[in-house]
Nanobody
Framework: QVQLVESGGGLVQAGGSLRLSCAASGRAFSIYATGWFRQAPGKEREFVGA????????YYPDSMKGRFTISRDNDKNMVYLQINGLKAEDSAVYHC????????????????WGQGTQVTVSS
């Protein structure tokens, strides 16, 4: 089992950048693929991207390519999400996710996720 705690959210102006962090604890972190998803009020969860266990390869849906970058540091048990060029429609709670299977994260059937961190973009 793994526990995930996100941080780094906040209020930012449109066009700005944020780096979200996710601290993992519990079972050996390196056995998990990790990723991020977001959820805005009244909307369904939206997959942002994921990275394989080593962190050497990432996957993003077409809608997220270009402004979102996921990275991880297995030595520190950390996952990061860099968001550039923030837009009002990026406002949401961003959650970190983990699963032994990358596919499960991509289809958002992951086994573990955190409470999330709020990102609010002012236009």
């Amino acid at each position: 089992q793994v526990q995930l705690v996100e941080s780094g959210g906040g209020l930012v102006q449109a066009g700005g950048s944020l780096r979200l962090s996710c601290a993992a604890s519990g079972r050996a972190f390196s056995i998990y693929a990790t990723g991020w998803f977001r959820q805005a009020p009244g909307k369904e969860r939206e997959f942002v991207g994921a990275t394989i266990k080593s962190g050497s390869s990432t996957y993003y849906p077409d809608s997220m390519k270009g402004r979102f970058t996921i990275s991880r540091d297995n030595d520190k048990n950390m996952v990061y999400l860099q968001i550039n060029g923030l837009k009002a429609e990026d406002s949401a709670v961003y959650h970190c996710a983990a699963d032994e299977s990358l596919h499960n994260i991509v289809v958002m059937r992951m086994k573990y996720w955190g409470q999330g961190t709020q990102v609010t973009v002012s236009s």
